[in-house]
């Protein structure tokens, strides 16, 4: 199991979830048919169990578009989209990463799961915060019941933005308190970002309470020898693969 990073929470009885790590890849290979039954099986055999079937995006655009998944859409393609809610058993919900956040969405009380891709301009539109108001609003979900995951994403360390992407944050939260401003090198001011905890406190603002969400703390990029990581690998990588299954 050395190739999944997981949280222990949410990898049990009643539900199976994983982040991967290299040499994995949900790019390449394995974007073609045979490839990605390869991979499917692979994943099975090592968590011993058998998907209903698996759904991703299918493809994603960094917007914020959540697609409910049932059995009339189930076998169907979701067109563009960056996010997936179900209450299904035995379907898995797959993001494909490389420095963007997946967000695991997950309420035990009413039983649905859910898989965000936000990257910075998905987080920018409040992908992660929209998912779990479909899920109130669709589920019946309680605020007090969601629990969230943010798994390995490019941190506020490695994260360097320009000042316009700066000005984007500006427009949803207070940014000096998650961007951190660097030494000026060759006349220009570098900037930091914190996306993980923008996410964390969006959440909370619905009121998901903040013991409720939980965060990797794992940088993609200072570990782009373990995952995929786009500034890591010099913008030659795969993918990391995410997936959530309510068993």
Not at 175 to 185: A, L, N, P, Q
Not at 196 to 203: C, H, K, P, Q
Not at 220 to 241: A, F, L
């Amino acid at each position: 199991m050395n190739h999944y990073f997981t949280f222990d929470r949410i990898n049990n009885e009643k539900i199976l979830s994983f982040y991967s790590r290299k040499p994995i890849d949900f790019g390449g290979a394995a974007l073609e048919a045979e490839g990605r039954k390869k991979l499917i099986e692979s994943i099975e055999a090592d968590f011993g169990y058998k998907f209903r079937a698996v759904k991703q995006c299918t493809k994603q655009v960094h917007g914020d578009r959540v697609i409910i998944v049932d059995e009339q859409n189930l076998d169907e393609e979701t067109g563009p989209a960056d996010g997936l809610l179900t209450d299904l058993r035995g379907v898995a919900l797959e993001i494909h990463t490389a420095d963007c956040q997946s967000v695991f969405l997950y309420d035990p009380v009413r039983g649905v799961i859910g898989n965000v891709h936000s990257g910075w301009k998905g987080t920018v539109q409040r992908i992660a915060p929209k998912a779990a108001q479909r899920m109130i609003d669709h589920y019946g979900s309680s605020p007090r019941d969601i629990e969230i995951y943010i798994n390995p994403s490019i941190l506020e360390c490695c994260f360097e933005i320009e000042e316009d992407v700066v000005e984007q944050f500006a427009g949803i939260v207070d940014v000096s308190k998650y961007c951190r401003k660097d030494r000026i090198e060759s006349g220009r001011q570098k900037y930091f970002m914190d996306t993980t905890a923008v996410n964390r406190d969006l959440l909370a603002a619905l009121g998901i309470p903040k013991e409720n969400i939980f965060l990797s703390g794992v940088c993609t990029m200072c570990g782009h020898k373990e995952y995929h990581s786009y500034r890591g690998d010099h913008h030659v990588t795969g993918r990391n693969g995410s997936m959530i299954c309510l068993k």
